[in-house]
C-alpha cells in the first residue's frame, strides 16, 4: 500500500511557472514507477509524464514536452512536476499515481493515486 498527497498547485498566469509535489508514504518508493495525469470536467485523465523507478527514464506528453520535467528523489520519498510556460489549456487538476504499468500512458495500468492539486491558468 503507498500514499500519496500532491501540493504546489494554484493560480498562476500564462507564461509563469509551478512546481508540483507528489510525497509517498507507506511501502517502498522506489518499487513503483511513478506518473503525472490532468484531468478537466467531463474528461478522462489524459497522460502528462512518466519516471521510471530509478529516475533514468522519463517520457511526457506531447503538449508538454519542453515545458514540463519530471523527476523523483526516492531517498525523500518524493516526486516533481516542473512546469514552466503555463498556458491556459494547462488547467486541470493533477493527479500523481504510483504502479508498475506495462503502458504507463494508460490511468487504468497504475495502482495508487494521489487526491489531485488544481492548477489553474489565467491568460
Same mark, same amino acid.
Request: proline share 2%; glycine share 14%.
Given at each position: 500500500?503507498?500514499?500519496?498527497? %500532491?501540493? @504546489?498547485?494554484?493560480? !498562476?498566469?500564462?507564461? &509563469? ?8 508514504? $507507506?511501502? =517502498? ?5 511513478? $506518473?503525472?495525469?490532468?484531468? #478537466?470536467? &467531463?474528461? %478522462?485523465? %489524459?497522460? *502528462?509524464?512518466? *519516471?521510471?523507478?530509478? @529516475? &533514468?527514464? #522519463?517520457? +511526457?506528453?506531447?503538449?508538454?514536452? $519542453?515545458?514540463? #520535467? *519530471? ?8 516526486? /516533481? ?10 488547467? @486541470? !487538476? /493533477? ?8 503502458? /504507463?500512458? #494508460?490511468?487504468? %495500468?497504475?495502482? +495508487?493515486? &494521489? ?5 489553474? !491558468? =489565467? =491568460?
Amino acid at each position: 500500500q503507498v500514499q500519496l498527497e %500532491e501540493s @504546489g498547485g494554484g493560480l !498562476v498566469q500564462a507564461g &509563469g511557472s509551478l512546481r508540483l509535489s507528489c510525497a509517498a508514504s $507507506g511501502r =517502498s518508493f522506489s518499487d513503483y514507477r511513478m $506518473g503525472w495525469f490532468r484531468q #478537466t470536467p &467531463g474528461n %478522462e485523465r %489524459e497522460f *502528462i509524464a512518466h *519516471i521510471s523507478r530509478n @529516475g &533514468g527514464n #522519463t517520457d +511526457y506528453a506531447d503538449s508538454v514536452k $519542453g515545458r514540463f #520535467t *519530471i523527476s523523483r528523489d526516492n531517498a525523500e520519498n518524493t516526486m /516533481y512536476l516542473q512546469m514552466n510556460s503555463l498556458k491556459p489549456e494547462d488547467t @486541470g !487538476v /493533477y493527479y500523481c499515481a504510483a504502479g508498475l504499468p506495462s503502458l /504507463y500512458r #494508460t490511468s487504468g %495500468e497504475y495502482l +495508487y493515486w &494521489g487526491q489531485g492539486t488544481q492548477v489553474t !491558468v =489565467s =491568460s
